[in-house]
């Protein structure tokens, strides 16, 4: 009952080191683009159900080079606010979404709705 703790026992024989765990970027990027617009084409399909009338939404997406784009959405200023949600809860909660599913492919999708 009488032994000190060493931080070199409890933790493998390695100092302990401050900060965030890691240091390698393993697993968190791919190392290859791949070329996909399964995240744009998430995105087009979420917008057209919550907007109920899909004809009057209007898409166009730019791309900045491969890692970069921005899908930017045109509609009726009464679908306008469907889209955007109370306080702009549901266009922040489709943008994180969208985030999530373009990191998977090392890119990033920018939505705007006008």
Same mark, same amino acid.
């Given at each position: 009952? /009488?032994?000190k703790?060493?931080s070199t026992k409890?933790y @493998?024989? %390695?100092p302990?080191k %401050?900060?965030? @765990?890691? @240091? ?5 990027? &791919?190392?290859k683009l791949?070329e996909?617009?399964a995240?744009?084409d998430?995105?087009e399909y979420i917008l057209?159900?919550?907007a #109920?009338? &899909?004809?009057?939404l ?5 791309n900045?080079? &491969?890692? %970069?784009?921005r899908?930017s959405? %045109?509609?009726? &200023?009464?679908?306008?606010g469907?889209?955007?949600g109370k306080?702009g #809860?549901?266009i922040s909660a489709?943008r994180s979404l969208i985030?999530?599913?373009? @990191? ?5 999708v /920018?939505?705007?709705?006008?």
């Amino acid at each position: 009952m /009488d032994q000190k703790r060493r931080s070199t026992k409890r933790y @493998g024989n %390695k100092p302990f080191k %401050k900060g965030r @765990g890691g @240091g390698s970027s393993r697993g968190r990027y &791919p190392t290859k683009l791949i070329e996909s617009d399964a995240a744009e084409d998430l995105a087009e399909y979420i917008l057209k159900v919550l907007a #109920r009338e &899909p004809d009057s939404l209007h898409f166009e997406r730019k791309n900045f080079g &491969p890692r %970069k784009c921005r899908l930017s959405v %045109k509609c009726d &200023p009464s679908v306008t606010g469907r889209l955007i949600g109370k306080d702009g #809860r549901t266009i922040s909660a489709l943008r994180s979404l969208i985030k999530a599913a373009s @990191g998977r492919y090392g890119k990033r999708v /920018d939505i705007v709705v006008s």
